[in-house]
């Protein structure tokens, strides 16, 4: 999940290459939620490649409420359009990624 975080492509392209899960979360969100919330398309689409799916929420943590909470990734990328006045293209091109994926 760190490798995600942090944009680390290398780390993330040899374990998906060694079969992680691409689903799996940690702290209530999978690895595709964070590359979606820190803009990162290539890693979004590496993700998606690898068979991240579109479909789940991040968990509600009603100790710790986020804006995110219940959000599908493609629900993140929108909102992070709107939040910024659709002025990141990066954030474009991952819900565009993501839509297509969901079909």
Request: aromatic content about 4%; glycine content about 10%; proline content about 2%.
């Amino acid at each position: 999940m760190e490798a995600c975080i942090n944009n680390h492509q290398k780390a993330c392209a040899e374990l998906l290459r060694r079969g992680a899960d691409t689903n799996i979360k940690a702290g209530g969100k999978t690895a595709l939620h964070h590359a979606v919330i820190h803009g990162y398309p290539n890693l979004v689409e590496m993700l998606l490649r690898h068979g991240a799916r579109t479909d789940i929420r991040v968990d509600v943590d009603e100790s710790d409420f986020t804006d995110h909470d219940g959000c599908t990734a493609l629900q993140i990328a929108e909102a992070e359009l709107g939040q910024r006045g659709g002025g990141k293209p990066r954030f474009s091109e991952i819900a565009n990624m993501l839509r297509q994926y969901s079909r």
